[in-house]
């Protein structure tokens, strides 16, 4: 059974980093984890995702201030978010992509929540 475990989220002022953690169980290849996020009112969005080869793809406007990174050892995918600003604030999804015999198949964490407030 797949199982996605997110850590890391909290409040934060505006300026400020945090490092989110997504520690993934019941796997045994994937083809991509990443990290997407929801602000109240708003659709689900793209924040970053890496593949297996380790290509990783962004938000254009998080780019600058997000960085996306794996530890293939503990399958664990970290998302470093420098700069943060109140628009940030959301609660933050983990999803990995697993091959299948049919596809793709998408697995979601249970969301962690950060705020970006003063």
């Known amino acids: 059974q797949v199982q996605l475990v997110e850590s890391g989220g909290g409040l934060v002022q505006p300026g400020g980093s945090l490092r989110l953690s997504c520690a993934a169980s019941?796997?045994?290849?994937?083809?991509?984890m990443g990290w997407f996020r929801q602000a109240p009112g708003k659709q689900r969005e793209l924040v970053a995702t890496?593949?297996?080869?380790?290509?990783?793809n962004y938000a254009g406007s998080l780019k600058a201030r997000f960085t996306i990174s794996r530890d293939d050892a503990k399958n664990t995918v970290y998302l470093q978010m420098n700069s943060l600003k109140p628009d940030d604030t959301a609660v933050y999804y983990c999803?990995?992509?697993?091959?299948?015999?049919?596809?793709?198949?998408?697995?979601w964490g249970r969301g962690t929540q950060v705020t970006v407030s003063s």
């Open positions: 999803n990995l992509r697993v091959p299948t015999t049919s596809g793709m198949s998408d697995y």
């Open positions: 019941g796997i045994f290849s994937f083809y991509a």
């Open positions: 890496i593949t297996r080869t380790d290509t990783t």
